[in-house]
């Protein structure tokens, strides 16, 4: 898949979803800032962000719902998609 910001938008847009049907609306709105958080400040590196579309949206949403730090949650992802993170 060629990544794009259309692609970035549409993935975050999916696991969003997947949380609002399970959590409602504002905590699925709160429960994406970490992932929203590392994307845009840049930290999430072009093999993340690949690895993250690829993943199934059900998944990373379980993940971000579990909660924790910033850090416990991308650690979490990271680990999901099969990322290994040079720094957090």
């Given amino acids: 898949m060629r ?9 975050l847009w999916s696991i ?5 049907m399970r959590n409602g609306s504002d905590a699925a709105e709160r429960e994406m800032y970490p992932l ?7 930290r999430a590196s072009t093999e993340f962000l690949h690895k993250l579309i690829a993943t199934r949206p059900v998944l990373i949403a ?12 991308v650690r979490r992802i990271c680990k999901r998609i099969g990322y290994q993170p040079s720094t957090i």
């Fill in 62 to 73: 379980r993940d971000l719902h579990k909660g924790g730090s910033v850090d416990e949650i």
């Fill in 16 to 20: 969003q979803r997947e949380n609002m």
């Fill in 3 to 11: 990544l794009s910001q259309t692609a970035i938008e549409t993935c």
């Fill in 36 to 42: 929203v958080w590392y994307i845009s400040s840049g």
